[in-house]
């Protein structure tokens, strides 16, 4: 049964709305997915951990969820303008590889990535390339419902006609008249009418690769566009969530909502969400400006931001605590909170799975806190909130270990069920893996073997070896931490 008291940030109209889905029971959700042109940074991974949280949750409450994240592999130009380099393009030119060479590279790595961090994978991620026939046909019924024009082989999409009898600026507040005033005026070399005015469908000039044909020109069609055309396509010309992060409020999602309402004059989404952004010495993580840091130099510890390795569950669960719709920034000492934090989580729900309950019932009322729990989350999926209730159970959990206070077996059977929901379904940090006693001992011996290795090469001053040695094991989950009492180990 769905419980019905999940409240949403709705962007389109500011407040937290009551989540009714259109149709009782299904939930179609999509969500921007990432240009394929680069290594994606920990900024890009903060929103897909964010809509994980939500789709993890959404399924959880027993929401059938259809989950549509795209691929960008064409059409989205350097500055989101319309007249820049494609990126991808623009990255096959520099690095004289194939455009889905570059296309490859790069999505092999967002699925690598998203994977360390027990992302879910969504059930259909559709390519821009890949639909390229059906953007065409958008953008004809774009036109034929007066909304576009063509010049020169390339077809525009015509803001202020829509703004006539529409409302441009619906979701991101920008006023069209201030636009106007804020914009360049065109310098003759553009074929749009307004600066505003978008592109559809772009001719390509001879010398740019990636190219089809259309009615207009062989081209390559808008960025904006490639987002209407599949979340139409896989989830209809009315669906419940769009999400992206909230730099792509203005002027992507505002175009998308443009495009729709031409064509089919009702708005396409019932929820706009937003997650906010991750920022690393209070700028924006960006890759334009080098403010950022690749998730796997943070695995490795290879990187001058931080001092040490964090592992990908430890990065997840930072992130975790921040609402998803506050900006976060990450910095050594919040690393370290949270690593500090987890470990304490996942220690005292390991130990707890051991605890053999009593007859007597300890002074915890565990209805309560399941409700403070669902209620956080029921709360526009306020994952910090929730971990503050989990902590409120490893409280109660170190009072059984250590002092020996009672807990009865319908209290023990419902905090470890729900520890268990909570922390792997519904937050998505992957279990700790347990090995019978034996492996267990052959995996110590084995890893204090390299650890002594790794001294020795350290005595030596070889640390390349040494180095090596952390990283490697890193790579498989081991966690090397060098402390006044020698260097322990952890699993992730
Ligand atoms: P892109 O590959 O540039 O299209 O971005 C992929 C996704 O990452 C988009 O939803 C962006 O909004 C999001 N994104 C980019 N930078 C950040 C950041 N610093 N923090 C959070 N999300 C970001
Ligand atoms: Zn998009």
């Not at 026939?133 to 953008?139: G, P, S, T, V």
């Not at 708005?267 to 690393?280: D, G, I």
């Amino acid at each position: 049964m769905i419980d019905n008291s999940l409240v949403v940030l709705n962007s389109l109209s500011g407040k937290k709305e009551p989540f009714e889905p259109l149709k009782t029971g299904y939930v179609g959700m999509y969500v921007c997915g990432p240009t394929v042109y680069s290594n994606v940074h920990l900024g890009n991974c903060r929103t897909f951990i964010s809509f994980d949280l939500i789709y993890r949750y959404l399924r959880h409450l027993g929401y059938k969820v259809r989950y549509v994240r795209n691929i960008t592999d064409a059409g989205h130009l350097e500055n989101d303008d319309d007249a820049g380099e494609d990126r991808i393009a623009k990255k096959a030119r520099i690095e004289k590889i194939e455009p889905m060479e570059v296309v490859q590279l790069y999505t092999v790595d967002f699925h690598k990535i998203l994977e360390k961090f027990n992302t879910l994978p969504p059930g259909i991620e559709p390519t821009a390339t890949g639909h390229i026939i059906e953007q065409i046909e958008l953008i004809k019924e774009i036109q034929a419902a007066g909304y576009a024009y063509e010049v020169n082989g390339s077809v525009y999409f015509d803001v202020l006609k829509y703004n006539k009898t529409h409302h441009y600026g619906i979701l991101s507040g920008r006023k069209i008249e201030e636009l106007m005033n804020n914009t360049r005026s065109l310098d003759g070399q553009s074929d749009k009418r307004n600066p505003q005015d978008f592109a559809l469908w772009k001719k390509a000039e001879p010398q740019h690769i990636m190219r089809w044909p259309s009615p207009w020109s062989d081209g390559f069609p808008g960025w904006h566009l490639e987002c209407t055309t599949m979340s139409t396509k896989y989830l209809g010309s009315s669906f419940d969530i769009h999400g992206g992060g909230m730099d792509l409020k203005f002027p992507h999602h505002e175009c998308e909502i443009a495009q729709a309402q031409a064509i089919h004059q009702h708005s396409p989404v019932k929820y706009w969400l937003h997650a906010n952004m991750l920022t690393l010495n209070g700028k924006k993580m960006a890759k334009s400006t080098g403010n950022n840091i690749l998730p796997m130099d943070i695995f490795s510890g290879n990187n001058d931001k931080f001092e040490k390795p964090y592992s990908p569950q430890v990065v997840r669960f930072f992130m975790l605590q921040a609402h998803y719709t506050s900006i976060l920034d990450i910095s050594q000492d919040s690393l370290d909170a949270s690593e500090k934090g987890y470990q304490r989580l996942v220690e005292a729900k390991r130990r707890f799975a051991k605890v053999s309950p009593g007859e007597k019932a300890g002074d915890f009322d565990t209805d309560q806190w399941l409700k403070k729990c669902y209620a956080a989350m029921d709360d526009d999926f306020n994952s910090p909130m929730l971990i503050a209730h989990l902590f409120e159970a490893v409280k109660f959990i170190n009072l059984i270990l250590h002092k020996n206070h009672p807990i009865n077996s319908d209290q023990w059977q419902t905090i470890n069920t729900m520890l268990e929901v909570f922390i792997h379904e519904v937050l998505g940090i992957a279990p700790v893996k347990e090995f019978s006693d034996d492996t267990e001992d052959t995996l110590n011996k084995t890893v204090e073997l390299l650890i002594e290795i790794r001294n020795k090469a350290r005595a030596q001053k070889d640390f390349e070896t040494s180095d090596n040695i952390r990283d490697q094991l890193l790579q498989f989950g081991v966690q090397l931490k060098d402390g006044k009492d020698g260097t322990q180990f952890t699993l992730n």
